[in-house]
């Protein structure tokens, strides 16, 4: 099968994840030791940067470029790994902690120490009892090999990592409001800028990275930033994690090399649809992806800014034509009102009043009225919101309303 290289996923049949040999045997923490042996902080940058590595997220910004921009600020610093995931739908970062934390633990030492920060933290989604048990266990085994601590590798190097569990708000996935939360605020965005590279964690430099990104750091730096660089797409290189969910027949966690089109994707690795089922269409990043029909599953996936269809987590949902589109939509809609923070008016009243509209034309009981208040609606969030958080909430219903109009509203005529 193409695109059959893994990083991430390699290994995962041969670990415990409670046991810290386990990954030693595989050659765990040898990008680590090669570090505090062999290389300066600025080489490590170096190589990531070269790697072309994009945040994992769903922002896709260059992880080189945050952590060069933090390691030349001074003084106190601090490094976050984002592992709320809270997209309905999404689960590939608390696959990495069950299968392999060490790996990720292993990607966070080495970025932390590379910008100079003494300090880490792990983000997790609050419903993540079970992972945060994982990672503590496996920090302090990390700790007894001096992989973490003081004196890393009998070096001069010192990091402890600390785990916070944040209330499980989709709205903490974006910096600010995971900031604001660490730091025992409400969990809402900040204006920018400044942005957490020059003033973050109690207003100091801060990165803030995504795990499944982090994750791809230890292959990196044992392998290089070039050789990561000649993996999948040329627009962004590496491997990515996606969830295919739906009416494909194998569902789950793949891994794939970036660039792989959506139709690969689901029929060369999903195995196709279920035997009686008609694709309709795929929806691609979470609740807050765009939808695609038939004719548009030859795009590529990646991280490309030009990419009109974005990647965002990686989650793919597969929907038939028996599927009711009035109790998808109402989801969606249903989602967003509950997540939304409430700091700003046009997200607060406009997701609540999507819902409402909604949930009249899963009823059949749409006016025209409520036809020509939804346009207004969707146009508001897309354009006024204070974060994409409100953009987010409108995207799939306006792809629905666009795309499959003429299904949606004919029984409400």
């Given at each position: 099968?193409?695109?059959?290289?893994?990083?991430?996923?390699?290994?995962?049949?041969?670990?415990?994840?409670?046991?810290?040999?386990?990954?030693?045997?595989?050659?765990?923490?040898?990008?680590?030791e090669k570090f505090i042996s062999k290389l300066k902080p600025s080489e490590i940058i170096a190589e990531i940067k070269e790697s072309q590595l994009a945040g994992r997220g769903g922002a896709g910004f260059l992880m080189g470029e945050k952590l060069a921009q933090v390691a030349e600020e001074k003084g106190t610093k601090y490094f976050i790994c984002n592992l709320d995931e809270s997209e309905p739908g999404t689960y590939k970062d608390r696959a990495i902690v069950d299968h392999n934390p060490?790996?990720?633990?292993?990607?966070?030492?080495?970025?932390?120490?590379?910008?100079?920060a003494e300090k880490a933290f792990i983000y997790l989604n609050g419903r993540y009892e079970e992972q945060r048990e994982i990672l503590a266990?496996?920090?302090?085994?990390?700790?007894?090999?001096?992989?973490l601590g003081k004196n890393i590798f009998q070096s001069d190097y010192k990091l402890s990592i600390e785990l916070f569990s944040g209330?499980?708000?989709?709205?903490?996935?974006?910096?600010?409001?995971?900031?604001?939360?660490?730091?025992?605020?409400?969990?809402?965005?900040?204006?920018?800028?400044?942005?957490?590279?020059?003033a973050g964690l109690f207003g100091c430099p801060t990165v803030i990275n995504?795990?499944?990104?982090?994750?791809?750091?230890?292959?990196?730096?044992?392998?290089?930033?070039?050789?990561?660089?000649?993996?999948?797409?040329i627009s962004s290189p590496g491997s990515k994690l996606f969830i295919l969910g739906g009416v494909v027949k194998n569902k789950g966690l793949i891994e794939a090399q970036t660039g792989i089109t959506l139709r690969e994707l689901i029929y060369d690795f999903g195995g196709g649809l279920l035997s009686g089922k008609e694709f309709w269409f795929a929806q691609l990043g979470g609740s807050s992806g765009r939808l695609l029909l038939e004719d548009e599953l030859d795009i590529k996936l990646d991280f490309n800014k030009k990419n009109q269809y974005p990647l965002g987590s990686g989650s793919v949902l597969v929907v038939d034509k028996t599927v009711d589109i009035y109790d998808l939509m109402l989801s969606w809609a249903s989602f967003f009102r509950r997540e939304s923070c409430g700091k700003c008016v046009p997200c607060r009243e406009g997701t609540f009043r999507l819902w409402g509209i909604i949930k009249r034309l899963r009823d059949r009981e749409i006016s025209q009225r409520d036809k020509e208040?939804?346009?207004?609606?969707?146009?508001?969030?897309?354009?006024?919101?204070?974060?994409?958080?409100?953009?987010?909430?409108?995207?799939?219903?306006?792809?629905?309303?666009t795309k499959l109009g003429k299904d949606i509203f004919k029984k409400n005529n």
């Open positions: 099968m193409k695109n059959e290289l893994k990083i991430i996923t390699k290994d995962w049949d041969k670990l415990n994840p409670l046991r810290i040999e386990d990954y030693i045997a595989i050659g765990g923490y040898q990008s680590l060490h790996l990720l633990l292993e990607g966070i030492i080495l970025c932390s120490l590379a910008i100079g266990q496996a920090i302090q085994q990390a700790r007894k090999k001096y992989f209330a499980g708000a989709y709205i903490c996935g974006e910096e600010t409001a995971l900031i604001n939360s660490l730091e025992g605020n409400r969990g809402e965005p900040k204006l920018k800028p400044p942005y957490p590279v020059k995504n795990a499944e990104t982090i994750a791809n750091i230890p292959w990196i730096i044992k392998n290089s930033g070039e050789k990561y660089k000649e993996i999948g797409s208040a939804m346009e207004d609606i969707l146009w508001t969030l897309n354009n006024t919101t204070f974060c994409p958080l409100g953009k987010f909430s409108a995207t799939a219903i306006q792809d629905a309303i």
